[in-house]
């Protein structure tokens, strides 16, 4: 059962356009919702997050879009640059458990911006 | 500073063949992670460590063993090696609150290990 949907797959950009990935989580008890960046033969690495408290972050070129009562968040990515191509998850957390954060996570976006 | 660091980068096992894949991060966080990546699957977590000295099982277990050796090593052992644990693995680690309590939740992870299984 997966608990965040992902889409979509791969994405094909030119270079200053917006890209536009999307995620619909089930969990209402989800309050942590960040976004990781993976480039080829790297682990993942935070990009951006945000809290249900919040509509809306923005980081640069790149902001989150969170939309509670649909159970759905985005992230845009402004300005698209050849350095952006990479895959892209998004995840969900329940909160802090004792000491751990545990993160699910949806399954991935390849985005390729081309010139 | 190395953050998180695995070994051994690559490997190549027989079925039934045992192995442990190695994590240690230098950042004194105090909880650790085991995941794996598969094609259009995302990652998934196989076991956690809240805190040295205790583990806890994550969504897709079977077939694997954890210990948290010290505060800064946790490894993943495979018993049995099997075909479909064939798959790229992540260790990560997070900070306690108490730490940093603007960004806890945030994982670390390390550059992975990637595994076949013939």
Redesign the interface.
């Known amino acids: 059962q997966q608990q965040v949907k992902q889409s979509p797959q791969s994405l094909i950009v030119q270079k200053g356009g917006i890209s536009i990935i999307n995620c619909a989580y089930e969990n209402t008890a989800f309050d942590y919702f960040p976004w990781y960046q993976q480039f080829p033969g790297k682990g993942p690495a935070l990009l951006i997050a945000i809290r249900p408290d919040v509509s809306e972050k923005k980081e640069g070129r790149f902001t989150i879009s969170f939309n509670k009562s649909a159970k759905q968040f985005s992230l845009h990515i402004m300005d698209s640059q050849p350095g952006d191509s990479a895959t892209y998850f998004c995840a969900a957390s329940k909160g802090y458990t004792g000491t751990a954060s545990k993160l699910t996570f949806g399954t991935g976006t390849r985005l390729q911006v081309t010139l | 500073n190395a953050g998180?660091t695995q070994t051994p980068k690559f490997q190549v096992l027989k079925t039934g063949q045992s192995m442990t894949l190695q994590c240690a991060q230098d950042m004194n966080h105090?909880?650790m992670?085991w995941y794996r990546q598969d094609p259009?699957?995302?990652?998934?977590?196989i076991y956690?460590?809240?805190?040295e000295g205790t583990t806890?099982k994550?969504?897709v277990p079977n077939g694997y063993n954890v210990s948290r050796l010290n505060k800064r090593e946790f490894s993943l052992r495979l018993e049995s090696a099997a075909p479909s644990q064939t798959s790229v693995y992540?260790c990560?680690s997070?900070a306690?609150?108490g730490d940093s309590p603007t960004n806890?939740?945030?994982?670390?992870?390390?550059?992975?290990t990637r595994l076949t299984v013939t």
Do not use: I, T
């Open positions: 998180v105090n909880s992670y259009g699957m995302g990652l998934r977590l956690y460590s809240a805190s806890d994550g969504e992540f990560a997070s306690h609150p806890f939740y945030e994982q670390y992870f390390g550059p992975g």
